[in-house]
């Protein structure tokens, strides 16, 4: 008989094989809440350096609306990465690509 493991746990190892943490992980999931998945395909998260967080851009409209919504953004993970025992803070969006 063949023994089923749960998808988290298989999520979990790939992770781990990719060296991917569950913070970071997390972090992606945390921008995809706040941004919303279609916004969160056209604004796309490519990692984090020191306080900042860097993006990749679809096109100028994005890079627009970026701007103009980036404090707000910066609150809402900020506060999602605070009430999930995360002990950071990011001051700035960077875009690095477009």
Known sequence: MEKFVKIDEIIKKLLKKYGISEELKFLYDVWELVLGKDMAEKIKLCG???????????????????????????????????????????????????
Do not use: G, T
């Open 48 to 98: 984090i350096k020191n306080d900042e967080l860097l993006v990749s851009v679809e096109s100028a409209i994005y890079h627009h609306h970026l701007k103009l919504n980036q404090n707000e953004y910066l609150q809402k993970i900020n506060e999602l990465l605070l009430n999930n025992n995360f002990n950071c803070e990011f001051k700035k969006i960077k875009v690095v690509k477009k």
